[in-house]
């Protein structure tokens, strides 16, 4: 079975980390991250330099990158001067990815924005968009639950996704933005989906879990079971929220793409390459990363037996 990965570290990682990331290095990962088989790459963000500076190179970024065919390259967009940036720049990112949030007080959070205010942008952002020969997609975090909030109405993604189809957004990803998911929810809301809203094709919905409570890959099954097949990480797992507390990484990219492979999905991935990727991590942000596989092995490394184990 065909799985679609995808990689955000370079936007989802890099924006918290304190320390500025040169762009002559974002642009060697992204090259290096481009031949590893990934379907998306998110590569920035066109969001206020104050707000995110780690990310206040998106247009370097952009124009400093090779294009791999086959591989999408994404920037998140987080309201209509967002689109508008990323439509204006010299090379623009073959898609932009909007984001609203599924609890009201995440969003003012986030994007501080109303859900009423972020919503009234949305035909716009998709108009921009396409006449500017983006796709657009759209991100809704907290689908899973909200730090503020708690619990999310199944309800209210499904409002929220019912409105993203009829606006033309062309795809949907479900963000668990705090790392609240577990793999029953992710079953059942994920299954009510499909149902009610049945995808165009096979990378309509991702799924975009982070690792906070230990649940990620866990999760990521659960999605496989319920029928989603396209999949977020970050490599070596780097990534948080800042404006959401205590919120660690996204699911490590290549600790899901291992357990794929275990498990027999086609996912398109030299594991190799990827694993080489995340061994640079450590060495960019000046800290340990949460990837388990870049210090283990892929499962079928094997280790010399000790000597009074050998025949
Ligand atoms: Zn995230």
Redesign the pocket.
């Known amino acids: 079975m065909r799985l679609y990965v995808n990689d955000?570290a370079v936007r989802?990682g890099f924006q918290i980390e304190k320390a500025f990331v040169p762009t002559a290095t974002k642009v060697e990962l992204i090259n290096q991250l481009s031949r590893t088989g990934l379907h998306k790459i998110e590569v920035t963000s066109f969001v206020s330099p104050k707000a995110v500076p780690a990310l206040a190179d998106a247009n370097e970024v952009l124009a400093g990158i090779d294009r791999v065919p086959g591989v999408v390259y994404v920037a998140l967009v987080p309201n209509i001067r967002g689109v508008q940036n990323a439509a204006a720049t010299a090379r623009k990112p073959d898609e932009v990815n909007g984001v609203v949030s599924a609890s009201e007080t995440h969003n003012r959070a986030n994007i501080n924005r109303t859900h009423e205010q972020s919503i009234a942008e949305l035909p716009t952002m998709v108009k921009v968009a396409h006449e500017a020969g983006m796709k657009i997609t759209m991100s809704l975090s907290t689908t899973f639950g909200c730090p503020f909030e708690g619990h999310v109405h199944e309800d209210v993604v499904l409002d929220f996704v019912g409105r993203f189809r009829e606006l033309g957004f062309d795809a949907i990803s479900f963000?668990d933005?705090t790392g609240m998911a577990n793999p029953r929810q992710v079953r059942e809301l994920t299954a009510k989906v499909l149902e009610r809203f049945p995808p165009p094709d096979d990378r309509y919905y991702t799924l975009?879990f982070?690792n906070t409570r230990g649940m990620g890959l866990a999760n990521v099954v659960a999605g496989i079971e319920a029928g989603v097949r396209s999949f977020d990480g970050s490599v070596s797992g780097l990534?948080g929220?800042p404006f959401a507390p205590g919120a660690t990484g996204?699911i490590c990219t290549e600790d899901m793409v291992n357990m794929l492979v275990d498990m027999g999905y086609d996912t398109r991935i030299d594991l190799a390459k990827l694993l080489a990727v995340a061994r640079r991590i450590p060495a960019v942000v000046g800290h340990d990363v949460p990837g388990q596989v870049m210090k283990s092995g892929q499962t079928l490394e094997l280790h010399e037996p000790p000597r009074h184990a050998r025949s």
Do not use: A, K, Q, S
């Open positions: 955000v989802d963000g933005t975009h982070h990534g929220c996204n």
